[in-house]
């Protein structure tokens, strides 16, 4: 119940600040790329359950039946022009604040992916996520800032890096957050989240969040995450 209120009340105080910024982004928008304003897609909900979970429209509007599907990829051609901005500086996710608000999603928690997506974690992935609220942001959300540029560098298709190497150790990442979730921790994955916007390279939440599982050898170089060359 704590935390339910402090997502409407955070989403909510977060909306009225934002108002300002939100009709010249929807303006623009609708006056390039396809016009399109916003970009519902289904994603995996609590209990399994999917909702629509709302974003501004950066992406052409067939972009699922193009190759890359559900996944964005680097330098990806599928993304508008305003789009490439509005991602990089996640304006593109503010809509979902209207997703919290409705109750879809929490503040902090497993970020929802398609139901594509999904049924690739793990099955101890899976059973632990959907018992838990999806979130605007999350560990695998901080740890993964720059995942389009990991993928990019890998020694394999990107989207064989993806299913192989990221999303597994993803759900590891969300089974870290359910084993030890509490407000001190979503409060501190609020505080990285925004640190990882502003200061993409930063890579002090390492430092701060004990137990995470251990890196992936193949995604390690030099101390640093990335992709392993060949």
């Known amino acids: ?15 009225i600040i934002l108002l300002p910024l939100l009709p010249p982004v929807a303006l623009l928008l609708r006056f390039t790329g396809e016009g399109e304003i916003f970009y519902i897609q289904p994603r995996m909900g609590l209990y399994g359950n999917t909702f629509g979970l709302i974003k ?5 509007k067939d972009s699922p039946n193009l190759p890359g599907g559900d996944v964005t990829l680097a330098s990806d ?45 793990p099955e ?8 838990l609220q999806p979130g605007l942001t999350g560990i ?11 993928t990019a560098r890998a020694n394999k298709p990107d989207l ?32 990285f989240t925004a640190l990882a916007v502003l200061f993409p390279k930063n890579k002090s939440h390492r430092r701060h969040f004990r137990g995470l599982p251990e890196w992936p050898e193949n995604l390690l170089i030099d101390g640093d995450l990335t992709i392993r060359k060949a």
């Open 140 to 150: 695998g959300s901080i740890v993964f800032r720059d995942e389009e540029q990991i």
């Open 77 to 121: 051609p599928r993304v508008l022009p305003v789009g490439r901005f509005l991602r990089k500086a996640k304006i593109n996710e503010l809509p979902q604040l209207w997703n919290i608000i409705k109750g879809d999603m929490s503040f902090v928690g497993p970020r929802p992916l398609v139901p594509a997506s999904f049924a690739c974690y």
């Open 160 to 191: 064989d890096c993806y299913y192989e190497d990221l999303l597994p150790y993803k759900g590891k990442l969300e089974i870290w957050y359910k084993e030890n979730r509490n407000l001190w921790i979503d409060f501190k994955l609020i505080v």
């Open 124 to 131: 101890e992935a899976r059973e632990a996520i959907k018992t």
């Open 1 to 15: 119940m704590i935390k339910r209120a402090l997502d409407i009340i955070i989403s909510g105080t977060a909306l």
């Open 56 to 60: 501004f429209a950066t992406m052409l």
